[in-house]
C-alpha cells in the first residue's frame, strides 16, 4: 500500500471513512460466492458524488483497483477484490431524495437497502417491482450494477426496466449523468442500459431516478404439486399459452422439496417431483379469473394437490417452500454454489432434467428451484471447498451445465452477473464479436483498467468443450 | 464512384439488386425530413445476412459510407445519404420467420412493415405494442434503428423495451448475435439496448427477436374539450395521480385544433384551448372504471365537452382529430418541420407555452401536439424551405425550444432520433463526457466511420446560447 495514495485519501475523506485494519479488510475480502477471497488494501466510504470524484482520480492517477460494493449479496464474485484496492462503500450515501408523484420517479443514492424502496413507495400507493431474492440487506446501486432480476421478472420486468437516470463517476473522473425524470429519450446512444449491469467495469454510480409504477390492488397466491417434472413443465407452457402472465411462477425440484421438507416439516411428500409457486396481481377480478385458471391448468395436467390462499397469512405459508429453498438447501454441506442458467421458457423441463443428468454424470449433489416463468433456474450444487477433487467435479458439471443452457438457446446468468466466476466462460455466450465490442467499449471509457479490474474480463478464457452428456 | 467497387458489388448481388440511374439514386436522396437532400452513389438490396456480411466488407475495403434504410419515414435525416455512399434495402428481407407462442416471441426480418406484424400478432391473440405514427409504411428495422415510440409508449414502452434478441453485421462485417428468446440475460454489457436506437451508426440489424404480450381483452376510447391549456395539463396530471396509467393519452393545442377542423370539418370550436384523447385497454372492469374516473377528472378540471366511444366506429371518430393532425398541419405552409422535444409529464403545460412564446419571439407558426403522458410534444413549424430568412427565424426558434426543454429536464427527442438534424444540438444534451462516451464506443467499433456518417455525430457542434425568452 503506497503511504503517499493513503495520505491523500485520508487527508479527503476523513479518518473514519478509510479502513485499513486486518480486522476492517478481512470483512471485504469476499462477498456471498463460494471460494472466492482477496484482500482489499484499503476500504473507503465516500460521502457524496464530490467525494467519488476525488477518489476516482486519485485511484486514476495511483493506478489502483477499485471495487464498488453495496451488501457483497454478488454469487459471482462480482465485489470481491481480487486485484486487491480499493473498495468503495456507500453506507453515507444511503438517502432516498425524491419521491416526484407528478412524473412517478424516485431519486435515490446507491446505498438505499432495496426493501427500503419497496417500503417506502408502496406507503404511498405506489410500486418498485424488482425484488430479488437479498431485497432485505441488497442495496439499489447494487442491483442496478447487476441488473437484479427477482421473482416478479416474468411480468414485470428487471432493474433496467426501471432505471430512468443515472448520475455516473466514470473512470477519469468526469460525471456523466444520461436519461432523467422521462418518459422516452432517444438522445443519442442508450449509455444507461449499456451501465445497467455492467458491474462496475465502467463507472461509479452516485444517483439514480427509478421509475415507478402503480401499486397493484389486488394480489393471489397458490400452488400445486406434481408427481412427474414433465406435468410442471406443462402447466408452466399452458398457463403462457392462455395468455396469463404471472406476477410468479416459481419451481422448485424434488430434490429443493426433499431439503424444505427436513428443514421446515411443511408436511412436502417427499417423492413429489415438482412444486409450483404461482401468483397473480392486479384487478381483483383479473386476479380471481387468472388464479382460477392456473389452478385448473394445474389440474389438467395432473397436479396431485393444490391450494390457493384466502388470506395474507396463508399466502406467506404457501410461500414458504419457495423462500426457505435456498437456506434450506445450504444447510446440508459446507459449501452452497448457486448458479443461474437462464434457457428459453420452453425449455424448461429439458434444462432441469439435463442438470439432473449432469449431476450425476460427474456425481456431485445438484438441486434446481427457479423462477419458471423466466427460463430461470437455480441448480444449487452443494459440496465443500475444502474438498479439491469434489471441487474439480463441481467445476466440470458447472461447465456441462453452461453448456447444455447455451445449446438450448439460453444464457450464463439470468440475473446474478458475470463477475469473476463466470468471466472464463462469457465467449461461450457472447462469441468473440461481442468479447470484440465488449473489450472495445471498456478499454476506450477504462483504458488503464481500474474499475472493477478481473470482472466480466477474464484473466485467462475457457475453451468450450462441447459436452456429449448421457441424453 | 469507383467502378472497381461497383463491378463486385454487382457480381455480388446481381444487376436486379444495384441502382445507379439518377432517377433511382434521386428517390433515395431524402426522407422525410424537410430541408435534407442529398445523391447517394448507389442503392443495394441484400437478400439475407451473408449478402450484408458481404457489402459491409467491400465498403470497408473501398471506405465507402453505408445508410441503411427502411421505409425513409425519418423525421430527423436520419437516413439521408449526406456524405453520398451507399443506401441499404431491406425490400428482400421482410419476411416473418417464426412466431413462438411458447416463449411470446416473434423473430422478423428488418424489412417487415411495423403494422404487417401488428395484424400478424393480434390475429393470434397476441400483441407487440409500439404505434408509431408511421406504422403503417415504417419498416420494423427503422423502429429498431429509431427507437419508435408511438401513441401507446406511456402504457406499454417504446420499441426497445420488445426487442429481446439482434443479429447484426458490425463494420468489420463480423456478426454479432446478442440476446435471444430470453426473459432475462445479464451476460455482460447489454449490447443490444446500446444497438437499440443507435441509428445505423454501429452496424447493421439483419434480425430482430421481438418479445410480444398477450392481446388486452378490451379497450375504450375518450376526448375531452377544454378552454383552457392548464385546466388539459392538470388533468393529464390528475390521471396519474390518481394512478391510472392510460394507454393513450394524447394532446392538441389551438393551433392544431383549428388546422383539424379547417381540414375535417369535426365541429370542433375554433377557440378550444385544449383537446384530450384518452384510451385504456386491459380487463373489461378496469377499462370501464379508469375511462368514467379520467372522464369525471376532465370535467372536475372545467372541461367544456367529453365523450366517450361505446363502439369502434365511434372510437375511430373520436380518434380523427388527433389522427389527422400532422396532414391538417402539412397542408397549411409548403414545408412542415415536425419537431420531439420531451419533458417530464409535469412541466407539460409549462413547455407548450414557453412553445408558443418562442413562436411569437420569432415570429413563426407553430403548432403543438403530442404524447400529453409522456411529456413528448411534436412542436410543429409550418414554413417556407424556400424563404431563407424565414427559415433563419425557424431554426433560431427551434434552438429556443432545445434550451427551453432542455432547462425544464427535458430532452431533444424522445422518438424521433437525433439523425445528421440534430446532431449539431447533441452536446447539449449529453454534456462532454455524454459525448466523450458515445464517441469511443463509435470509434471504438467503427473506426472508419463507414457506418451512416454524419448521424448522431456532427460535423460541426451548434454552441448552445441560453436564452432567456419572454415568461
Partial sequence: MNAQFLNELTELLGKENVKT?????????????????????????????????????????????????????NLAAGTCPTQGGLVMLFNHMNQILELDADNLTLTVQPGVITQTIHEYVESKGLFYPPDPSSMKISTIGGNVNENSGGLRGLKYGVTKDYVLGLTVVLPSGEVLTCGGKLAKDVAGYDLKAMLVGSEGTLGIITEIVLKLIPKPVAQKTAIAHFDSLDAAAETVSQIIAAKIIPATLEFLDNGTIQAVEEFMHLGLPLDLQAFLLM????????????????????????????????????????????????????????????????????????????????AR???????????????????????????????????????????????????????????????????????????????????????????????????????????????
Same sequence: chains 1, 2.
Fill in 361 to 471: 454424470d460427474y456425481r456431485v449433489q445438484i438441486s434446481t428451484f427457479g423462477h419458471a416463468g423466466d427460463g430461470n433456474l437455480h441448480p444449487t450444487c452443494l459440496t465443500d471447498v475444502r474438498d479439491a477433487e469434489e471441487m474439480e467435479r463441481v467445476e466440470q458439471a458447472f461447465e456441462a451445465i453452461f453448456d447444455a443452457s447455451l445449446k438450448l438457446g439460453g444464457t450464463l446468468t439470468g440475473e446474478h452477473g458475470v463477475g469473476e466466476m463466470k468471466s472464463p466462460y462469457l465467449a461461450w455466450r457472447l462469441g468473440e464479436e461481442g468479447m470484440f465490442v465488449m473489450r472495445a467499449i471498456k478499454q476506450s471509457i477504462d483504458p488503464k483498467n481500474i474499475m472493477n479490474p478481473n470482472k466480466i474480463f477474464a484473466k485467462s478464457q475457457k475453451l468450450r468443450v462441447v459436452i456429449h452428456h448421457g441424453e
Fill in 279 to 358: 401468483e397473480q396481481d392486479g384487478e381483483e377480478a383479473q386476479v380471481e379469473r387468472d388464479v382460477a385458471q392456473m389452478i385448473e391448468i394445474a389440474k389438467e395436467n395432473g397436479a396431485i394437490f393444490t391450494a390457493v390462499a384466502e388470506s395474507e397469512a396463508e399466502a406467506m405459508k404457501l410461500k414458504t417452500g419457495r423462500r426457505v429453498a435456498l437456506s434450506a438447501l445450504a444447510r446440508k454441506r459446507p459449501t452452497t454454489i448457486l448458479e443461474d442458467a437462464t434457457v428459453p421458457r420452453s425449455e424448461l423441463a429439458t434444462m432441469v432434467r439435463a442438470i439432473e443428468q449432469i
Fill in 21 to 73: 485494519t486486518q480486522a476492517q479488510l478481512l470483512a471485504y475480502s469476499y462477498d456471498a460466492t463460494a471460494n472466492f477471497q482477496a484482500l482489499p488494501d484499503v476500504v473507503v466510504s465516500p460521502r457524496h458524488t464530490e467525494d467519488v470524484v476525488a477518489i476516482v482520480k486519485l485511484c486514476d492517477r495511483y493506478e489502483m483497483p477499485i471495487v464498488p460494493r453495496g451488501s457483497g449479496t
